[in-house]
């Protein structure tokens, strides 16, 4: 059964920084797209970052969060983190993990969720002072 599951979310001031990781089973190919999305209250679900599993190599950030957050992956521990660093309010959310064994990281879609066929349940950020 393929599965992921986020955590590391919480409450952090404006500046602050956050890490959140996202454990994968189940995937059998050698390499697929862990990828990490956010919804904020009355907005659409928005694809904020990926990566290449197994040394694949391939990482893609979206403009909102490109030079405050980094993505990056462990492949003994079928983990993928998402640093979020300089973080503000608006970065509030619900943060979801996805994957996929045919979406292609380095590609444009990377952010579209309807690519992604295996979610986490999510976790909650908020940039509050």
């Known amino acids: 059964q393929l599965q992921v599951v986020e955590s590391g979310g919480g409450l952090v001031q404006p500046g602050g920084s956050l890490t959140l990781s996202c454990v994968d089973s189940?995937?059998?190919?050698?390499?697929?797209?862990i990828a990490w999305f956010r919804q904020a209250p009355g907005k659409e679900r928005e694809g904020i970052s990926c990566?290449?599993?197994?040394?694949?190599?391939?990482?893609n950030y979206a403009d909102s969060v490109k030079g405050r957050f980094t993505i990056s992956r462990d492949d003994a521990k079928n983990t993928v983190y998402l640093q979020m660093s300089s973080l503000k309010p608006e970065d509030t959310a619900v943060y979801y993990c996805?994957?996929?064994?045919?979406?292609?990281?380095?590609?444009?879609?990377?952010?579209?969720?309807?690519?992604?066929?295996?979610w986490g349940q999510g976790t909650q950020v908020t940039v509050s002072s």
């Open positions: 189940g995937f059998t190919a050698e390499y697929y797209t």
């Open positions: 990566a290449t599993t197994n040394g694949g190599g391939s990482t």
């Open positions: 996805a994957a996929d064994e045919l979406v292609v990281c380095g590609n444009p879609g990377f952010d579209e969720a309807s690519y992604y066929h295996t």
